[in-house]
């Protein structure tokens, strides 16, 4: 099963990113962030998930997906080398928001497949928020 098939499974019950990031173990944790929207990092056999608290309910929807994608398209990757090194961020940066949308979205995925991967090549978040928005019907996360 392809990962995004895979978002769409989990999406299915209706839950958000934040309770997925749960049921697969993940710890969400909130706090300000000057520079970030959102942090995913492991600490031994744990997994972490920090989200700008200043951030709306669908930016943090959003940035939760993207950190969920991360943790299982990327799973041994080290973005910090990443961004010092290589030329491969902005591959997994697209694919992480192409997983966060399609978490979101559920099965309406495939209907709003080329927004979805536009907003995602984008790399903005405000974009990413307008494209889920108009998918599941207005600005707040039900």
């Keep these: 099963m392809s990962?995004?098939?895979k978002?769409?499974?989990?999406?299915?019950?209706?839950?958000?990113?934040t309770d997925i990031a749960a049921s697969l173990g993940m710890k969400v944790l909130y706090?300000?962030?000057?520079?970030?929207k959102g942090i995913a990092t492991s600490l031994g056999s744990e997994r972490f998930i920090f989200i700008d608290s200043g951030l709306t309910e669908i930016e943090q929807q959003l940035v939760c997906g993207h950190e969920i994608g991360h943790f299982l398209l990327?799973?041994?990757?080290?973005?910090?080398?990443?961004?010092?090194?290589?030329?491969?961020?902005?591959?997994?940066?697209?694919?992480a928001n192409r997983f966060a949308c399609t978490l979101i979205a559920?099965?309406?995925?495939?209907?709003?497949?080329?927004?979805?991967?536009?907003?995602?090549?984008?790399?903005?978040?405000?974009?990413?928020?307008d494209v889920v928005?108009?998918?599941?019907?207005?600005?707040?996360?039900?």
Aim: hydrophobic share 35%; net charge positive.
């Design 31 to 36: 706090m300000p962030l000057k520079a970030l």
């Design 7 to 17: 978002a769409k499974a989990l999406a299915r019950d209706g839950k958000k990113p």
């Design 106 to 129: 559920g099965e309406k995925a495939d209907e709003y497949g080329v927004q979805i991967r536009e907003a995602a090549a984008s790399g903005r978040l405000d974009r990413l928020v």
């Design 133 to 142: 928005g108009r998918i599941i019907g207005g600005d707040d996360y039900p």
């Design 74 to 95: 990327h799973p041994d990757t080290n973005f910090l080398f990443i961004l010092e090194k290589t030329y491969y961020y902005s591959k997994h940066e697209y694919q």
């Design 3 to 5: 990962l995004y098939k």
